[in-house]
């Protein structure tokens, strides 16, 4: 008897976290939040998101640019966005040096992880064809 | 005949203003997205309780632009510097290349 192994996209993300000195993670679609990994409250966490879609938006009006990561430095934090589609990804981490390894790694979460955001937003269709929600 | 990317450009930004050796389209450019940039880094600082960005970076499929503000300075008119390229360049590379024209 055969079963199906579905990796989850919280363990996915969780996976992310250990990939550098990540403080924490926040996965959205359009303006919703679908995981929370950052040492922050819920409104905030939302707000940093609106945030980041409507600088996106900003650059986006009157042309056809399409940004496809930001990254910012505070002090003692660094912030760095990623777009891919209609999903963000935002990833609070401490190096400067990570960057670089961090968007690649972030870049190929997102490539790998469409499916499971689909699963996520549309759970009985996938409950139908594949199994179990997966969050 | 494909037109070559723009190569790296840089830029200073001293007293409120933005200077380089650049042309006039590329300079203003420069300044209208940093100052997009500066913008939206400082609103997401202000959500997150950590203040102003001292550096940020913009990155399209082809274009990467960056700036610094030196010595921890980050209001509007502190001094910094900034560059942009027509390609997808590593961001810590950006942020050293622009910081190591700090005066």
Redo the contacts between chains.
Sequence with gaps: MATTIIPSLRSALERLKHAGAVNGLLLGWRRQILIHLLP?EDF?AE??LH??L??VG??ASGGD?????????????F?LALFRGETTLLI?HTK??E??FL?SAASTFLDDTQLLVEAVLNPQEVVQETGPPLV | METPPMPLQLFNLREGSVSGTANQTLVDAFAADFQGLKHFGTKLGDVLGVGAPWTGALQEEDFTLSFVHFNAGTGALDAGAGAMIGEKRSLLDMLNRISEREF
């Design positions: 922050y905030r707000r940093a945030m980041l409507d600088a900003h650059f640019r399409e940004v496809k990561s930001l990254w910012f430095g505070y002090q003692g934090v912030a609070l400067a040096a960057v670089d968007r």
